[in-house]
């Protein structure tokens, strides 16, 4: 587009010029790159004229030197100019003097838009995978089971009896299991026409008395530990057939080789015949009991307000046991004690709250129990911003709380696991002191001066992030090395501090003696 005749004049003879003289222009644009070099003096700096015949190049004098600058995208403003007869400052007209191609600007500057698009596109993905290491499939966990009235026929008072029996006895749901069927056995050769609908197993006895909880249950891969939708696991199909799903956890996203991610693909599902038809059968399953499940049932007992307030405070513990007598299986049991209530109270099973059970067969790895942590995290972050619960002994219409995890108290190896730190070996997880291998001992030691720096939460966090950014083994253990820290979903808790809530619990500490 040309704002004035002029302006096109100009250019129809420039062009003209262009192709008649094209060696001087080489010339022309030898000479003007070399005027960019401050120390280096032009040869020709008289040999354009300064009515030269790019209508598109301006000239910036002064007393020392003149410089020719052909116009550029990379200069998308009209600049001043200096005069060497005055020093006035003169602004470019730019409906007389020169005609910039505003299309061309504004397509340049759109190209280097969709580049830095472009670039945080990828910035964000790389971030996404990042996050989504250790993440676990989202569940609608507000949905809190309310007791319904129950009617006062026989049937239900011998239920609640057996519930009551299995709590005061500490009995398995396996024992309830066998009484309910033998209660089923002798009441129905009793009278058989009175109680034909007494259930016959725990399933249907908790569906007579409707008190079916909200659970959460997750697909574990036995290999990575990756946690899967149960859902989205069986109904998986291949050409309209069940088939078995396997996991596709990469442990390292971000790496630029393919083969280096470290893709698990092991099989998540058996598949088994079911009468007429093949299903898929999760190998290993995490139950993760609601922690807003469990606080409403303790807010609607007639004492437990009287200590506890609306803001708790949970120590968490983690212990590892052997369920079976003759085999060698190891399973895990995340619970958390309420330390608003008394100490002769806390610890009783009736007020403990359950996080998790880690199926095992053995113990997780450093890294991995990040896994089974993240539900668990996640519905503590939403406890965290606070939660409402429908009802309580004192207040029928509700009540705000907010909860937060203080402490952590398992053995010393554990508690190290939970938060990131590494192991006695290597280094303190109080302060900066490191571990001494002693040739004459054949192990290491704390000996030596040291001033005891102690470590602080803003240290350990940059680390950890710094070691989940790492996208290969290699680059995760020599940062591992250097600093004892990896990442621990705790970190996610914005009050975290993975230096002050890490102890060790009283029965390792002293009874076992880690304290000597």
């Known amino acids: ?50 009515d030269s015949f790019f209508p598109d190049s301006f000239q910036l004098s002064n007393e020392k030197e003149s410089i020719n600058i052909p116009f550029s995208s990379n200069f998308r403003i009209p600049a001043l100019t200096l005069d060497k007869n005055d020093n006035d400052v003169n602004y470019f007209n730019e409906e007389n003097d020169y005609n910039i191609d505003q299309d061309y600007i504004y397509q340049e500057e759109e190209d280097d838009d969709d580049d830095d698009d472009k670039d945080q596109e990828e910035k964000n993905e790389d971030e996404d995978n990042i996050k989504n290491i250790f ?35 500490q009995l398995t749901d396996m024992a309830l299991e066998a009484l309910i069927k033998f209660l089923h056995i002798l009441l129905t050769r009793l009278n058989k026409l009175q109680f ?25 891969c036995n290999n990575c530990h990756k946690m899967n939708n149960i859902k989205d696991i069986v109904a998986y199909k291949e050409e309209e057939k ?38 898929a059968v999760p190998r290993m399953l995490f139950p993760k009991p609601s922690i807003r499940q469990q606080l409403s049932m303790l807010y609607q007992r007639p004492s437990f307000e009287k200590t506890a307030t609306t803001n708790l405070g949970l120590l968490f ?19 958390a004690s309420i330390c608003n209530l008394p100490r002769s109270e806390r610890n009783k099973p009736k007020n403990i709250i359950y ?6 067969s053995k113990e997780v790895g450093l890294d991995r129990i990040n896994h089974y942590l993240v539900p668990i995290i996640d519905e503590l972050i939403e406890l965290w911003k606070g939660w409402k619960v429908p009802k309580t002994y004192q207040y029928p219409d509700g009540l705000d709380i907010k909860v937060a995890l203080i402490i952590g108290s398992s053995d010393i190896l ?51 992030h710094e070691w989940l950014q ?36 009283p029965m390792h500490c002293l009874f076992l003696g880690v304290a000597k």
């Open 1 to 50: 587009m040309h704002k004035s005749k002029d302006a096109k004049k100009d250019q129809e003879n420039a062009i003209t010029a262009r192709k008649q003289s094209p060696n001087q222009s080489k010339k022309w644009k030898r000479d003007n790159l070399d005027s960019f070099h401050p120390n280096k003096p032009s040869d020709n700096e008289d040999s354009i004229p300064p």
């Open 135 to 169: 993440a676990s499939p989202k569940f609608d966990s507000d949905e809190v089971f309310m007791m319904e009235n129950l009617n006062d026929s026989l049937e239900t008072e011998i239920i609640l009896w057996a519930f009551k029996f299995q709590q005061r006895f």
């Open 196 to 220: 034909k609908n007494f259930p016959n197993s725990l399933y249907m006895a908790k569906k007579y008395l409707h008190i079916f909880q909200p659970k959460m249950q997750l697909v574990v």
């Open 242 to 279: 069940v088939a078995i799903k396997n996991c596709l956890h990469e442990e390292f996203p971000n790496n630029l080789i393919p083969n280096r991610r470290n893709q698990c693909n092991n099989p998540l599902t058996i598949l088994k015949k079911n009468k007429r038809e093949t299903i």
């Open 317 to 335: 513990n983690l212990d590892w046991f052997q369920p079976f007598t003759y085999t060698q299986h190891s399973t895990g049991a995340i619970y």
């Open 355 to 360: 996080l998790g059970f880690l199926p095992g």
């Open 414 to 464: 554990t508690t190290r696991k939970l938060f990131g730190h590494g192991s006695a070996v290597m280094k303190c997880h109080k302060c900066e002191k490191r571990s001494i291998y002693s040739q004459e001992y054949k192990k290491t030691h704390y000996e030596g001066e040291h001033t005891y720096e102690i470590s602080t939460a803003e240290s350990h966090r940059r680390y950890a």
């Open 470 to 505: 790492c996208n290969s083994k290699k680059s995760r253990d020599d940062h591992f090395k250097d600093h004892g820290v990896c990442w621990s979903e705790l970190l996610c808790l914005p009050y975290m501090d993975p230096i002050r809530f890490a102890v060790v619990d």
